[in-house]
């Protein structure tokens, strides 16, 4: 079982950069892949960005590609999403979230955190 905090959210110009922390607990976070989603108002979840759990591997959404970037530290059970160059359209709430397999498809995901709200103003 894995518990997950996420933090960081806040209200950003655009242009602007946020970054996202999200502290695990329990046991075996370093053999997680893990990932970043979010869902605005009235949409479905999108699965912005995930990271294999040795790090070697990692996913981004065409959306944010070359603007966000997803790392972890396992010595610290954390999992981190840098994000530069904030558009309005990001806003939304970001959860982080953990798989026994690296994936980047929503429903593959085993443990969610609660999320934190990320507001880009125009």
């Known amino acids: 079982q894995v518990q997950l905090v996420e933090s960081g959210g806040g209200l950003v110009q655009a242009g602007g950069s946020l970054r996202l922390s999200c502290a695990a607990s329990?046991?075996?976070?370093?053999?997680?892949?893990m990932g970043w989603i979010r869902q605005a108002p009235g949409k479905e979840r999108e699965f912005v960005a995930a990271?294999?759990?040795?790090?070697?591997?990692?996913y981004y959404a065409d959306s944010v590609k070359g603007r966000f970037t997803i790392s972890r530290d396992n010595a610290k059970n954390t999992v981190y999403l840098q994000m530069n160059s904030l558009k309005p359209e990001d806003t939304a709430v970001y959860y982080c979230?953990?798989?026994?397999?690296?994936?980047?498809?929503?429903?593959?995901?085993?443990?969610w955190g609660k999320g934190t709200l990320v507001t880009v103003s125009s």
């Open positions: 329990g046991r075996g976070f370093s053999s997680y892949a």
């Open positions: 979230a953990a798989s026994s397999r690296y994936s980047v498809y929503v429903g593959d995901m085993d443990y």
């Open positions: 990271i294999s759990w040795s790090g070697g591997n990692t």
